[in-house]
């Protein structure tokens, strides 16, 4: 694997598609990317190499260096600045060996500062079968004195983008996440982030890059691993090289490294698509579905109680709630917030994880017992890492939130955050999601997160702490014990909707739920921005009443169940003020999503138009090609009444065999029609959404 080139030491790496190239220079001093993208990109000159003049820069500041330290790179961004006890800074590295994988997958470069002992593994790892490359760095202080990392980011990705960078990115807030746009970067840089303690409902740590020339053509995307604050920045030199710098955002301070430690610093995962941001999705799914594993499985339907009864939760409406979900098809029923003592309204309750009696006066394991006697799975809401001011846990621990001495605490939703970095918090809240699972006969477990840190401290403890770092690391842990003790469990993370979807969370939770707003054309919007960067097994969707907060117009009960068969379909509308017209739509509908949630769940993604255009579809063709699901929705004009045109549209299919006959049932079309001339689909007042399904002959 290892390629003598002169006196420097070059490496590929090989995905299914692509190959990832990098080079030791001569000096070894750092790392260089020698080229990036489908198979053969690495033979002939260097895309990304810069040999001109560099007048009042360092030859760092224009090279295309995967790890660099603030001597690498001292004015066109570090990913590494350490600060040592004097406060002096510029790190030093240079090249020790390597641990190179003979199939060309893995790859461990090894640097270190004679002057600080501080010595840093540089890690690659391409999974089987997909075209991402996964990046982190391990650190480790081998020297008497101690090290404070300033800056400590995972990687460095650098993109040619000759004619300008286009990069796409995802912003948001509460009830409006994951909203896709894209800004030209002539020159200069763009910073996403986040300093919550969670990704956030502002940035999706995910950013494309594509040439402004291309488009449609080769694009490459970075996304974090990181279940906390993170930061991605994006930065054009003159020369025609965007570089992006991605890992952690210490909001806590510098990372203290003392003699002997060794910390690992995220995964920051690159991936790269010849077929613009439609195929970059395609490469994400492909490592997320990887990521599930064994646990890639067609989600059941679920009836989620919230927006029926909010907090008004007891035995008897849930029972006439389950009755009818179950009547509909549904096979997972979840009771949502307000099942527990103290818990009327938002301002009690949370830590208290005890069912209440007077709501279920027979026993919550009666109850169960009674919804899993309509044949349906039992699922259950969480939020055991907050807790309010009015409960017996902070009563007996108020010092087990975080705090910072003689300053007054910040209630966001009327709750406190607890913090999990603690061992006998984090010890809490495993034994407590534990017990309620050994407890009773749960199936799905929703753990929500309504709050975002904001008190930096933790009273009484000695020197600066990694309050960030600690509480990912234990949520992570906690997860892991949960599937390990609980495999036939699915969890569903959330975060107050959108607010904790990161790669870290999708090798860990089996569903996102991406955003509180159900209202059908805001939530068109959320998922269109989700899919590009999330597959469709992660996405739950609930067909409720809800009109939406930014887009009021209505749409039909068909719109709404197709909109939510793109992912994982759950229903979450007051089923018992349904008429029985609707509950009978409403069960043809769950019936045709089971027949197709297995193409939904593996089928290959293809995005077409998009919300603020007249035709927006999803296509999934399925792994063997034999069927191709298409969900086609007609948005309508983007302001006045909506009124629907009655005239038919042509959606392009994509990646069909041009050889091929495709029918729906009625019609027969060759792959080359569906591609050229489009799939036809008549809309008129009354009919604003699809579903067809086309079989290979």
């Not at 560099?54 to 961004?77: H, K, M, N, Q, S």
Request: glycine share 12%; proline share 7%.
């Amino acid at each position: 694997m290892t390629t003598l080139t002169g006196a420097s030491r070059r490496w590929t790496l090989r995905g299914a598609q692509t190959e990832y190239t990098v080079a030791v220079p001569a000096h070894g001093r750092w790392l260089e990317l020698v080229a990036w993208g489908p198979h053969g990109v690495s033979d002939g000159p260097s895309a990304v190499a810069y040999d001109g003049p560099v007048p009042f820069l360092t030859a760092g500041d224009a090279a295309a260096i995967e790890y660099a330290t603030d001597a690498d790179r001292p004015f066109t961004g570090a990913d590494l600045v350490v600060e040592t006890a004097a406060g002096d800074r510029r790190v030093g590295l240079g090249y020790t060996g390597e641990v190179a994988d003979p199939d060309r997958r893995e790859l461990a470069v090894d640097f270190a500062d004679p002057v600080t002992g501080l010595r840093a593994t540089v890690h690659y790892r391409v999974p089987a079968g997909t075209d991402v490359v996964q990046r982190w760095v391990e650190l480790t202080n081998a020297g008497s004195g101690p090290l404070k990392l300033v800056r400590a980011g995972s990687a460095g990705f650098c993109v040619p983008t000759p004619h300008g960078a286009l990069l796409s990115h995802q912003w948001g807030q509460w009830e409006q996440e994951f909203q896709l746009s894209h800004v030209e970067l002539g020159h200069g840089a763009f910073t996403i982030g986040s300093a919550q303690g969670v990704p956030g409902h502002l940035h999706v740590p995910w950013l494309a890059v594509r040439d402004a020339a291309e488009p449609a053509g080769p694009t490459w995307g970075v996304a974090v691993a990181w279940t906390g604050s993170w930061e991605i920045g994006a930065e054009r030199d003159t020369g025609g090289l965007t570089r992006v710098r991605a890992g952690r955002q210490l909001v806590d301070g510098p990372l203290e490294l003392g003699p002997g430690d060794r910390l690992t610093l995220p995964v920051v995962t690159g991936a790269y698509s010849p077929d613009g941001l439609d195929g970059l999705a395609r490469v994400w799914h492909t490592h997320q579905r990887q990521l599930a594993a064994d646990r890639l499985t067609p989600r059941p339907v679920l009836y989620n109680s919230w927006e029926a009864t909010y907090f008004a939760v007891e035995a008897k409406s849930q029972l006439e709630l389950a009755e009818i979900a179950a009547e509909l098809g549904v096979e997972t029923f979840v009771v949502d917030d307000g099942w527990f003592v103290g818990r009327n309204d938002d301002t009690g309750g949370l830590g208290d994880w005890t069912p209440d009696p007077a709501k279920f006066p027979a026993g919550f394991d009666a109850f169960i017992a009674d919804v899993r006697a309509l044949g349906l799975n039992f699922g259950l809401w969480v939020e055991p890492e907050c807790v309010n001011p009015r409960s017996r846990l902070y009563a007996e621990h108020p010092e087990w939130v975080y705090a910072v001495d003689g300053r007054p605490l910040t209630p966001v939703r009327n709750q406190y955050l607890l913090d999990l970095g603690r061992p006998e918090v984090a010890e809490f809240v495993h034994s407590t999601v534990d017990g309620l699972l050994r407890r009773y006969d749960i199936d799905y477990l929703k753990w929500d997160f309504n709050r975002p840190r904001t008190e930096p401290g933790r009273p009484g403890a000695a020197g600066p702490l990694d309050l960030d770092g600690a509480h990912v690391a234990n949520l992570h842990r906690i997860y892991e014990r949960l599937r390990h003790d609980h495999p036939g469990v699915l969890i569903e993370s959330c975060a107050g909707g959108g607010g904790r979807a990161d790669l870290a969370m999708a090798a860990r939770a089996d569903v996102f739920w991406p955003s509180d707003n159900t209202g059908p054309l805001d939530r068109l919007a959320i998922q269109y921005g989700f899919l590009h960067a999330n597959a469709p097994h992660l996405l739950s969707s609930w067909v409720t009443d809800a009109p939406g907060m930014f887009d009021l117009r209505p749409r039909s009960l068909a719109f709404r169940f197709v909109l939510a068969m793109a992912g994982v379909l759950g229903v979450g509308a007051d089923i018992r003020s349904w008429t029985a017209e609707q509950r009978a739509e409403a069960a043809g509908w769950i019936a045709r999503y089971k027949e197709i949630r297995d193409v939904v769940t593996h089928g290959e993604v293809h995005l077409i138009g998009g919300p603020d255009q007249a035709r927006c579809a999803v296509q999934y063709t399925a792994p063997d090609e034999r069927r191709v699901v298409v969900l086609a929705w007609h948005t309508g004009r983007l302001d006045g009444a909506g009124l629907l045109p009655s005239r038919p549209v042509r959606l392009p299919l994509r990646g069909l065999d041009p050889a091929a006959r495709y029918s729906d049932g009625e019609r027969h079309y060759s792959g080359t029609h569906l591609t050229a001339v489009g799939l036809p689909v008549h809309w008129s007042p009354t009919h604003d959404a699809d579903l067809i399904v086309l079989h290979r002959d």
